[in-house]
């Protein structure tokens, strides 16, 4: 258009701001296509890296791929040990734990330990006063000497009847022979009243033997009978029967304890005595899982409190069946030398139901259906999808054993979304690592 003139008829200006308004929006225009395509560029770049990554991954001699090509999270198969387990839940308690009685009455003159004190086998923990204990014991011994001094006079009247009888034996013995040597010469009286006093003083030393034999007896009885008051004269100290912690005190200085023995009182603890050192747990096993319980088998004792694990072993069961239940009482003995584990806290045990050494094993996610129908999605160089039927074994926590006659160990299995994927289907593969634990399936 040529320029105006300075002579042109009025209205001139509005075609100038006509033309300028159509310049401006013509630029405008410009810039939109620009920056179009700037944004389909940066859109198209990254996908074309992509390609060409996956050239250079596949040879130079490899197809082209796509831009439909869909992307696969695929993940190793590999032979490992698997194992299932069962879970189970129980609280700890002690070995052995008992309320420490006294075997005789009295009053608690001194107790040496409290709540929380370790003790060892044989430690002293109380002492009790008995005032007539002792009196019984004075008694006792008093019965002994009186019991000796009647052993030692009978044993003197057993040595005078055996000399009367030696002096009485000796005269008839000399008038019997007298009288045989010279017949009429000693009258046949005197021969019987020597004879007579013979036999009376033979008599006499049966009886003093019997004698000291009831003394002997009785003396034994007082020894005994002394011997018993101090065996029961020492239960006023009572000692610990185990090593163990004590966890609870009943009575204090100058409290009366009955005799643990009488049924009919009820007599008072001194303390209760808990072995701590090692610990029990009562596990119900399920009827199904009786089989594989054995003795001496070690598990795995986890303490959610501690967030630890510690080491135990199968030590004894029931070997039968709760009918109620249906479960079978198994004890994990736990060791705990250092108290770091107390009774009453939860525990739970993870009971090895199978195992199974150097079998092919998958991830748990790569399992697409169940049972019969359980399929794996393999990915075949050069990235061709490929659906293989296979039959599942023992479950671990991230790997389920597979049997498949087309699956070896290394091969790529699909763990990410399998919906759409068809078999022979072209794809890109990218390896991931499992980090994910799965549930296990007992």
């Known amino acids: 258009m040529p320029p105006a003139r300075c002579d042109e008829a009025p209205g001139t200006d509005d075609t100038m701001e006509h033309r300028r308004n159509l310049e401006i929006g013509a630029a405008a225009q410009a810039s939109r296509r620009l920056w179009r395509y700037i944004l389909l560029l940066s859109l198209l770049v990254p996908t074309a890296a992509l390609q060409v990554s996956c050239l250079r991954g596949r040879g130079a001699d490899a197809a ?21 387990s069962l879970a189970l839940t129980a609280e700890f308690e002690p070995f052995q734990e008992i309320d420490v009685m006294a075997k005789v009455s009295g ?21 009790l006063e008995i005032p007539e204990m002792r009196d019984d014991l004075a008694r006792a011994a008093a019965s002994i000497d009186e019991a000796v001094a009647n052993l030692a006079a009978a044993r003197d009247d057993l040595r005078r009847a055996e000399s009367a009888h030696e002096i009485a034996h000796l005269s008839h013995s000399r008038i019997l022979e007298v009288a045989q040597r010279e017949p009429g010469l000693v009258p046949q009286e005197e021969v019987d009243e020597a004879n007579s006093h013979d036999l009376e003083a033979e008599a006499q030393v049966a009886s003093a033997k019997s004698h000291v034999a009831a003394c002997e007896q009785r003396l034994r009885v007082a020894q005994a009978e002394q011997s018993r008051f101090k065996t029961l004269y020492q239960y006023a100290q009572i000692t610990a029967p185990f090593t163990g912690v004590i966890t609870k005190r009943y009575a204090n200085i100058g409290a009366l304890i009955q005799a643990g023995t009488s049924s009919q009182t009820q007599a008072m603890p001194v303390v209760r005595l808990a072995e701590n050192g090692l610990l029990r747990l009562d596990l119900p096993v399920p009827e199904s899982a009786v089989p594989v319980v054995h003795l001496g088998e070690p598990v795995e004792v986890q303490v959610p409190a501690l967030n630890r694990t510690f080491p135990g072993k199968v030590a004894r069961f029931a070997d039968e069946v709760d009918e109620s239940t249906r479960t079978m009482k198994t004890e994990v003995d736990v060791p705990n030398p250092q108290l770091v584990l107390v009774p009453g806290m939860y525990a739970e045990v993870d009971l090895t139901t199978a195992q199974r050494k150097n079998v092919l094993a998958a991830p748990v996610e790569s399992i697409d259906g169940a049972g019969d129908s359980a399929r794996l999605f393999v990915v075949q160089p050069p990235g061709i999808i490929r659906i293989l039927p296979v039959r599942l074994g023992i479950e671990g926590p991230r790997l389920i054993e597979v049997q498949s006659a087309g699956l070896r160990d290394g091969a790529s299995v699909v763990v990410g979304p399998r919906s759409g994927l068809k078999d022979g289907e072209k794809v890109l593969s990218k390896t991931v690592t499992m980090v994910a634990a799965s549930v296990s399936r007992p």
């Open 64 to 84: 082209p791929v796509s831009a439909e090509t869909p992307v696969v999270a695929v993940a190793q198969v590999t032979r490992v040990d698997l194992s299932t």
């Open 107 to 127: 009053y608690i003159r001194d107790i040496k330990v409290d709540i929380g004190d370790r003790v060892r086998e044989g430690q002293l923990l109380a002492v």
